[in-house]
C-alpha cells in the first residue's frame, strides 16, 4: 500500500469512526439529562425513557434489513442514505416541542438511519482498508463507539447544565453535513443486484423486536413472575412471553432462509454464515462485551451520581478514565502487537475487565469517594479496547468481503441484544437486591416503629427506587417520618444500596468471566498473518482448540 493511499484510508476510517461515535452518543447523553429533557418537552421521566427504549427497538429490529438493503444499493450509498435520515432526526430532536416530535425525531428516524449506518461502516471498512491495517482499523471505529458511551455523561452533562441538552443533536446536525462533505473520498464496493424477501425482513423484524421489547421492560414486568400491579398473560410476566414468542419467530426466520436457499432464491441472510465457527465466536464474544459493559455502565454511574450525590459533569469526569484506556488499547495493540494473537488478546482484555470489576467491588464501602474508581476504570478501559482491537477484524475477515454487509448486520445485532440484556439483567438484579435488602433492614430495625414498616412493606412491595440520601430526607419528611425512625432508614438504605451495587457487579463479573469459555472459537492467528503449520500434523494454529 503506498503513502498517498495508506493516508487516505486513514481519513476514510477516521470519517466512518466518527459515523459510529454518533450512533452511540445519544442514549448515554440522554440518560444524564432525562429530567431536563422530560421539563424542556412537557412529559415525564417515563416518556423519555419510553424514548430511549424505541430508539433501541428501531435500530436493533432493522439492524439485518439494513444489512441487507446496504449491499442492494451499495454501501457507500447506505450510509450517506442513513446519514441523511439520521441527521433529519437530529435536527427534529434538536427543535422538539412535545414528547411526539421527540418519538418522531429521535426514536424512529435516528433508529432507521442507524440501521442503515452501522452494517455500512463495517462493510466500508473492509473496502477501504487492506488486510494488514483492519484490526487497527476495526479497534479504533469499535473504539469510538465505547468511548461515546463514556464520553456521553461528560458532555450530556456540560451541555445540560450551561446550555441546553438540545445543542448535542444541533451538532450531531453539523457532524453528519461534515461526513457527508467528506464521502466521497470513501471507497465503496459494486452494489450487489438481488431481492429484498419482504416476508423475511417482517420476520426480523418482529421477532428481534418481540426479544428486545421484552428485554427492555423487564425491569418494570418482571422476567417470569409479574410484579405487583404490574401486567400479567396467565399468570406470568409479559416480558418471558415476548422473549419466548420472539424467539419461536426468529426460529421460524432462519428456517425460511434455509427454505430459500435451497430453492435457489435469495434470502435475507445467508445462514451457512452461522455454521462458521469463527465469525459465531466473533459475534458471541460481541454480545458479551456488550452484555458487560452495559452492565458497568449501567452501576458505575448511578455508584458517583447517587451514592456520592455528584453532578453529572462530576460523573463525566470520573468515567473519562475508562475512555483514555480504552482508545489506548484499542489503537495501540494492533500497532505494537500487530500479529498478536486474537485469542490471547481477547482473554486478557477479559481478564483485565473481571479485575476492573472486582476491584470496583472491593473498593465500594461507606467510606468511600469518587477516586476509588480511577483504577477500575483503567482495568476496565484497557479489557474493553483489548477486545475492540480484535473483534471487528475476527468477524469480517472470517467471510468473503461480498458478505461483510450481512456480517455488519449480524454484528450491530448481536452488540443491540448484548447491550439490551446487559441493562435489563443488571438493573433487574440491582433492584431485586435492594429491594429485598431494605425491606428486611426495616423489619429487623427496632428504631423504625412496625406502622412505618408495614406501610414500607406495603408500598415498596413492587420494587425500591435507588435514590440518593437526600432524595430520600426529602421523601421521607413530606410522609411524615422524622427523628430516630428517619434516621434508621437512611442508615438501612445506604448500607442496601452498596450491597446492591456490589451484587449487580459481581453478576457483571460473573458474564465476563463465563465469556472466557467461548474464547476457543476465536482464531490464535492475527487476521492476515501468514499459517504457521503445527510441526508432525500440518495443521494451522487455528484448529488448535484451546
Known amino acids: 500500500m503506498t503513502t498517498s493511499t495508506a493516508r487516505n484510508s486513514g481519513f476514510v476510517v477516521m470519517v466512518l469512526a466518527a459515523g459510529q461515535f454518533l450512533m452511540t452518543l445519544d442514549s448515554s447523553v440522554m440518560n444524564v439529562s432525562m429530567a431536563t429533557v422530560a421539563e424542556d418537552v412537557g412529559t415525564t421521566i417515563t416518556g423519555v425513557q419510553t424514548a430511549i427504549t424505541l430508539y433501541t427497538l428501531v ?17 457507500r450509498r447506505a450510509f450517506g442514505v442513513g446519514l441523511v435520515i439520521y441527521g433529519a432526526g437530529s435536527l427534529i430532536t434538536a427543535l422538539a416541542p412535545n414528547l411526539p416530535v421527540l418519538l418522531l425525531g429521535w426514536s424512529l428516524l435516528e433508529g432507521i438511519g442507524a440501521a442503515l449506518i452501522m452494517p455500512a461502516i463495517v462493510s466500508l471498512v473492509a473496502s477501504n482498508v487492506g488486510a494488514e491495517g483492519r484490526t487497527a482499523a476495526y479497534g479504533l471505529v469499535a473504539a469510538a463507539g465505547a468511548m461515546a458511551v463514556a464520553v456521553g455523561p461528560l458532555l450530556g452533562g456540560t451541555l445540560t447544565t450551561f446550555a441546553s441538552w438540545r ?21 465503496d464496493t459494486p452494489p450487489t443486484p438481488g431481492h429484498l424477501d419482504v416476508i423475511s425482513a417482517l420476520a426480523s423484524i418482529i421477532g428481534l423486536g418481540m426479544i428486545v421489547f421484552g428485554v427492555l421492560r423487564s425491569g418494570e414486568w418482571g422476567w417470569v413472575r409479574p410484579t405487583p400491579g404490574g401486567p400479567e398473560i396467565l399468570r406470568v410476566s409479559p416480558t418471558i412471553w415476548l422473549v419466548g414468542v420472539g424467539m419461536v419467530v426468529m426460529y421460524g426466520f432462519v428456517h425460511r432462509q434455509a427454505h430459500l436457499t435451497e430453492t435457489g432464491r435469495e434470502p435475507l441472510v445467508d445462514v451457512s454464515l452461522l455454521r462458521n465457527r469463527q465469525l459465531t465466536g466473533g459475534l458471541t464474544m460481541f454480545f458479551a462485551q456488550f452484555t458487560v459493559q452495559a452492565g458497568v455502565f449501567f452501576t458505575v454511574p ?23 484506556a480504552l482508545i489506548a488499547a484499542a489503537i495501540g495493540i494492533p500497532k505494537l502487537w500487530p500479529q498478536a494473537s486474537p485469542r490471547r488478546v481477547i482473554r486478557l482484555g477479559l481478564f483485565s475487565m473481571v479485575i476492573g470489576v472486582g476491584l470496583l467491588v472491593a473498593g465500594i464501602d461507606p467510606g468511600a469517594n469518587a ?18 482491537s480484535q473483534l471487528g477484524a475476527v468477524t469480517v475477515s472470517a467471510v468473503d468481503d461480498d458478505h461483510s454487509t450481512e456480517v ?46 408495614e406501610q414500607a412493606t406495603t408500598e415498596l412491595a413492587s420494587g425500591v427506587p435507588f435514590v440518593s440520601t437526600t432524595q430520600l430526607h426529602e421523601s421521607l419528611a413530606e410522609a411524615g417520618v422524622t427523628g430516630s425512625a428517619a434516621d434508621a432508614i437512611v442508615e438501612v438504605n445506604a448500607d442496601s444500596r452498596l450491597m446492591a451495587l456490589r451484587v449487580a457487579l459481581s453478576v457483571s463479573a460473573l458474564l465476563a468471566i463465563a465469556a472466557l469459555f467461548g474464547t ?27
Open 167 to 187: 445543542w448535542v443533536f444541533v451538532g450531531e446536525v453539523v457532524v453528519v453535513v461534515v461526513i457527508l462533505l467528506a464521502l466521497r473520498t470513501v471507497v
Open 520 to 546: 476457543g472459537r476465536i482464531p490464535q492467528r492475527a487476521p492476515g498473518a501468514p499459517s504457521t503449520p503445527t510441526a508432525g500434523k500440518g495443521r494451522s494454529d487455528d484448529d488448535q482448540d484451546p
Open 408 to 453: 455488519g448486520g449480524l454484528q450491530n445485532t448481536a452488540t443491540n441484544l448484548g447491550a439490551s440484556l446487559g441493562t435489563a439483567l443488571i438493573g433487574s438484579v440491582l433492584i431485586a437486591t435492594l429491594t429485598s435488602s431494605v425491606l428486611s433492614g426495616i423489619d429487623d430495625n427496632p428504631a423504625v416503629p412496625a406502622s412505618v414498616a
Open 371 to 388: 477516586a476509588v474508581v480511577l483504577v477500575p476504570m483503567l482495568f476496565l478501559g484497557l479489557g474493553l479496547g483489548a477486545l475492540s
Open 302 to 324: 448511578l455508584f458517583l451520581s447517587v451514592v456520592l450525590e455528584l453532578s453529572a459533569l462530576g460523573t463525566g469526569v470520573r468515567i473519562l478514565p475508562l475512555s483514555i
Open 59 to 75: 435500530m436493533a429490529t432493522l439492524m439485518i434489513t439494513g444489512g441487507k438493503i446496504g449491499g442492494m444499493i451499495g454501501r
